[in-house]
C-alpha cells in the first residue's frame, strides 16, 4: 500500500463532517471550509502536488513553493521575490502556517476572504507577473490533463465531472492542501499544555512581557494564532483588523512609499494609509526579513522599533520619523525595555514554532 492510500483509509475512520482529521489540539476550533469546496484526502493529495508543480506557471519555470518553502514555514528568505518574468514584487512572501484561519489574506487586502479567492492572483496577477498563467491558461491545463498520474489526481479528488481539469479544480485542490498547514505544536504549545521544560527562563520572562500590560503585544497579536485576525467555526464572521505601526513617514503627515501603502491601495481612504493586517507570530523565528515589504531584518530590530513607538529612517528615500506619524496606532507607542527584556522577547518569538508539518509528509 503507498504511503497516500494509508492516509486516505485512516482518515476514512477518524475524519469530521468537513472530510479531514484535523490535527488541531483540544480547545481550538476547526478552520471555517466553503460549503462548495470540502475537504477530501484526494483534493489534499491532489493540491499538495499542484503547489508544488512548476507546470502551474507559464513557462515552467516556477511553482507556489517558489516562494512559500517548506523549510521556512512556507516563506522564502528574500525581502520581495521576484516573480516569473524576473519583476520584483512589492511584498514580501508570507508563511502559510494556520492560513485556514486568517479572516483576510495577504497584507492588507480585505476583500480576499477566501484561499480559493486568493490563489487566483499567484496564478493569474498582471502587475507584476507571478505565475503568468493568464499567458497560456489552456496549454497549462492541457499539460496536466497529459500526464496521466495527475490526471488520475484529478479525477480522484473530483469524481464525477465531465472535465475534471479545470482552473476550478486546481484553486479548490490548493485550497484543500493549504488549509491543511496547521501549526499549532511549537515549544509554547507544549509549555501552556504543561511541560516546562519546553521554554527556556528566558522565552518565559519573554512571554510574561509580551501578555503584560506594558510591553501588550497581546492586544493585536493573542494567542493561539498570534493575530486578533482569526475566523473559525464558532465565529465565523470576524471582520480583519489593520493597522499602521509607525514604520514610514515620509512627509510629516504619515505617507507610506507610493504603491505599498496597505488598506489605503484598496479602499483610497487617507485614513488607511499604512495600515496592513495583523499577522500571525506563529513561526516568525523562520519566515525573516519582516513586515510588509520586508525592510526589517531580524527579531531584534522589530523589537526595536516596537520599544521606539515605531520607526525613525535617518536617511535614503524613505527618510522620515514614523514615531511621530499622525497615522499610527494609538497603541504603538513608546515602550521602556532594558536590553535583557528585548533578548527574552525574541527567546519567546523564537518558541512559536518553526512551520507547519506537512500532513501527507512522513513526519520529520
Ligand atoms: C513570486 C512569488 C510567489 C509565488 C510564485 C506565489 N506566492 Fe503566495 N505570496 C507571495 C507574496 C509576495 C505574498 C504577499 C502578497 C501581498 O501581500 O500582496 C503571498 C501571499 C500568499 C498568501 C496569503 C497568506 C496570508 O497569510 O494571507 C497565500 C495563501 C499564498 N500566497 C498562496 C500562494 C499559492 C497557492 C501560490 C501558487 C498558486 C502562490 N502563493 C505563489 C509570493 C508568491
Ligand atoms: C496595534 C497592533 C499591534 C501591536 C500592539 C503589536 N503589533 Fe506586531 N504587528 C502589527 C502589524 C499591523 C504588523 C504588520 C505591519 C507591517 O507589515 O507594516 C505587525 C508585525 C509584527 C511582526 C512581523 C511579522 C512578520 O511576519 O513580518 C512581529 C515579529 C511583531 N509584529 C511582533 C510584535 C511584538 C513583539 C509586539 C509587542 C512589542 C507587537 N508586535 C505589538 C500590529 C501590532
Known amino acids: 500500500m503507498t504511503e497516500t492510500e494509508e492516509t486516505a483509509e485512516s482518515c476514512d475512520e477518524s475524519c469530521d463532517e468537513t472530510g479531514w482529521a484535523w490535527e488541531i489540539p483540544p480547545g481550538i476550533p476547526a478552520p471555517v471550509v466553503p460549503e462548495d469546496n470540502p475537504m477530501s484526502p484526494a483534493r489534499v493529495e491532489l493540491g499538495r502536488s499542484l503547489f508544488f508543480d512548476v507546470r502551474l506557471s507559464y513557462d515552467q519555470s516556477m511553482s507556489c513553493g517558489s516562494c512559500h518553502d517548506p523549510e521556512l514555514a512556507f516563506s522564502d528568505g528574500e525581502v520581495t521575490p ?9 511584498r514580501n512572501s508570507q ?8 479572516s483576510a489574506y495577504t497584507w492588507a487586502n480585505p476583500l480576499l476572504t477566501d484561499l480559493e479567492a486568493q490563489a487566483l492572483v ?6 507584476p507577473i507571478e505565475l503568468g498563467a493568464q499567458r497560456d491558461t489552456v496549454g497549462i491545463l492541457d499539460r496536466l490533463r497529459q500526464d496521466p498520474a495527475v490526471q488520475g489526481l484529478f479525477e480522484r479528488a473530483f469524481p464525477g465531472e465531465d472535465d475534471p481539469v479545470s482552473v476550478t479544480s486546481v484553486i479548490r485542490a490548493l485550497a484543500s492542501y493549504q488549509r491543511t498547514l496547521i501549526d499549532l505544536d511549537a515549544p509554547y504549545d507544549r509549555y501552556v499544555q504543561g511541560d516546562d521544560a519546553a521554554l527556556s527562563g528566558a522565552a518565559q520572562r519573554g512571554l510574561a512581557l509580551f501578555l503584560s500590560d506594558r510591553v501588550a503585544c497581546v492586544r493585536c497579536h493573542p494567542p493561539p494564532f498570534f493575530t486578533v485576525n482569526v475566523r ?4 465565523p464572521d470576524r471582520a480583519p483588523e489593520f493597522v499602521n505601526t509607525g514604520l514610514y513617514d515620509l ?12 488598506l489605503y491601495e484598496v479602499t483610497a481612504d487617507p485614513a488607511d494609509i499604512g495600515r496592513f493586517r ?13 513586515m510588509h515589504d520586508g525592510s526589517v531584518a531580524s527579531l531584534e530590530e522589530v523589537v526595536d522599533i516596537y520599544a521606539a513607538g515605531g520607526r525613525l529612517i535617518s536617511d535614503g528615500p524613505w527618510a522620515g520619523d514614523g514615531r511621530a506619524s499622525p497615522l499610527k496606532s494609538p497603541l504603538i507607542a513608546p515602550i521602556d525595555l532594558t536590553l535583557a527584556e528585548r533578548e527574552e522577547l525574541v527567546a519567546f518569538l523564537r518558541s512559536l514554532g518553526s512551520g507547519p508539518k506537512d500532513p501527507l509528509a512522513p513526519r520529520r
Do not use: I, K, M
Open 232 to 235: 473559525t467555526v464558532d465565529a
Open 95 to 102: 508563511g502559510l502556517g494556520n492560513v485556514a484561519y486568517y
Open 122 to 127: 499567484p496564478l493569474f496577477a498582471d502587475a
Open 82 to 90: 521576484t516573480g516569473g518574468a524576473g519583476e520584483a514584487l512589492a
Open 278 to 290: 495583523v499577522p500571525s507570530l506563529r513561526s516568525v523565528g523562520a519566515t525573516a526579513p519582516y
Open 251 to 262: 512627509d510629516g503627515a504619515g505617507a507610506y512609499p507610493a504603491g505599498n501603502a496597505g
